[in-house]
């Protein structure tokens, strides 16, 4: 099993990146797929969730409006939007996979790292 995160990097206040983590050695279409960040000092954070068929996607609150999250079953593969960057967006970003029929399946990527600053 595998989740390889990638599209992280330097951006300024107000840019924009995408992020993928694309997935192998699962079911992938059988399981939500999240992201997560943890930003130095802190706590690892939910950020955002789709559901199975990406039928309905939430967010935590300070993304709303900012951050879209998508998947493509086909090419195994969850993505995240992010625009209109902010300082304290900056943090380890994670890909989860979490199985619905059975939530103790659980798979984690190893992250990228987004750093908002001018």
């Known amino acids: 099993v595998q989740l390889v995160e990638s599209g992280g990097g330097l951006v300024q206040p107000g840019g924009s990146l995408r992020l993928s983590c694309a997935a192998s050695?699962?079911?992938?279409?059988?399981?939500?797929m999240s992201w997560f960040r943890q930003a130095p000092g802190k706590e690892r954070e939910w950020v955002a969730g789709?559901?199975?068929?990406?039928?309905?996607?939430n967010y935590v609150d300070p993304v709303k409006d900012r951050f879209t999250i998508s998947r493509d079953d086909a090419k195994k593969s969850v993505y995240l939007q992010m625009n209109s960057l902010k300082p304290e967006d900056t943090a380890v970003y994670y890909c989860?996979?979490?199985?619905?029929?059975?939530?103790?399946?659980?798979?984690w990527g190893k992250g990228t790292l987004v750093t908002v600053s001018s």
């Open positions: 989860n996979a979490k199985r619905a029929s059975n939530q103790a399946i659980n798979y």
């Open positions: 050695g699962f079911i992938f279409s059988s399981f939500v």
């Open positions: 789709i559901t199975i068929g990406g039928g309905s996607a």
